[in-house]
């Protein structure tokens, strides 16, 4: 299900964003005003600035015969912007995100990322962080790698398949085919994974009647993880994510992907 293989950049990539997020003890002072200090270090990469109000899911508390629906609290969410739009940076008094739809290679990735880990825990010093993730979401679209006619079972590996991967059923008798696993992987992490096809409609978009696979992996940390280890936690769950994609594909998909293998 996991394989170690050599690093590639792929000329057809079908990674459409890649989100790190960092979850820590609640800093009310985020929310109590304008982030100025931390936009002032940040603002030459990410020069866009807006805020936004978020509404947490409601939670279910309590069990059967005596649950109550408690509803989340409003959060500011400050959001920073690339002048090109496709870096972000979110915080709020729980966490922030470092998040990109132009990812090449994880050095590339680490480079943004770091000088804003670095002026936000100057900034704020928090205690200590509760989760460490990052998110990859693939959409794989065998139009654009030119295998439209070719079935899920010769482009994905079977355990990312469930019953799509037997022979006996063609993908056209499935309305619903996908599944979601939490799992736990080696060196202390774990993975959120969906993996499935399905149809996107994105806001201001015509409709894509395309059937796409997703495959959308949160692999993460969870814990009293200290700052001074963020930066090595991040590197071991990439590796896992790494890994887990290797072992996802096929062959013949890998190849449709024109890979390039880096030094």
Not at 33 to 44: G, H, K, S, T, V
Not at 56 to 79: A, L, S, W
Not at 157 to 184: C, I, K, M, N, T
Request: glycine fraction near 6%; proline fraction near 6%; aromatic fraction near 12%.
């Amino acid at each position: 299900m996991f394989f170690d293989r050599d690093r590639y950049l792929y000329r057809k990539p079908q990674l459409v964003e890649v989100v790190c997020q960092l979850d820590f003890p609640t800093i009310l002072s985020i929310s109590a005003r304008e982030p100025a200090d931390f936009q002032e270090a940040i603002r030459r990469e990410f020069p866009q600035y807006q805020r936004l109000m978020m509404q947490p899911q409601p939670k279910v508390i309590g069990g059967p015969g005596n649950f109550r629906v408690e509803e989340g609290q409003r959060m500011t969410n400050y959001q920073f912007l690339s002048a090109d739009g496709k870096w972000r940076v979110n915080l709020t008094q729980k966490f922030i995100i470092i998040a990109t739809t132009a990812y090449t290679k994880w050095e590339d990735f680490a480079a943004k990322l770091d000088p804003v880990l670095a002026q936000f825990i100057q900034i704020y010093q928090p205690a200590y962080f509760e989760r460490v993730a990052l998110r990859f979401v693939n959409i794989f679209s065998r139009k654009a790698l030119e295998l439209e006619g070719v079935p899920y079972r010769d482009l994905f590996q079977p355990a990312y398949l469930g019953l799509l991967a037997e022979d006996d059923v063609r993908e056209e008798q499935f309305s619903l085919a996908g599944q979601d696993v939490d799992l736990a992987l080696s060196g202390g992490c774990r993975v959120k994974m969906h993996a499935g096809p399905g149809m996107l409609q994105q806001a201001n978009q015509k409709k894509d009647n395309e059937v796409k696979f997703i495959l959308d992996n949160d692999v993460y940390m969870n814990g009293k993880l200290p700052v001074a280890q963020c930066a090595p936690a991040l590197q071991t769950i990439h590796l896992q994510a790494d890994r887990i994609f290797a072992g996802a594909i096929t062959e013949r998909l890998h190849e449709a992907m024109e890979p390039v293998l880096l030094d």
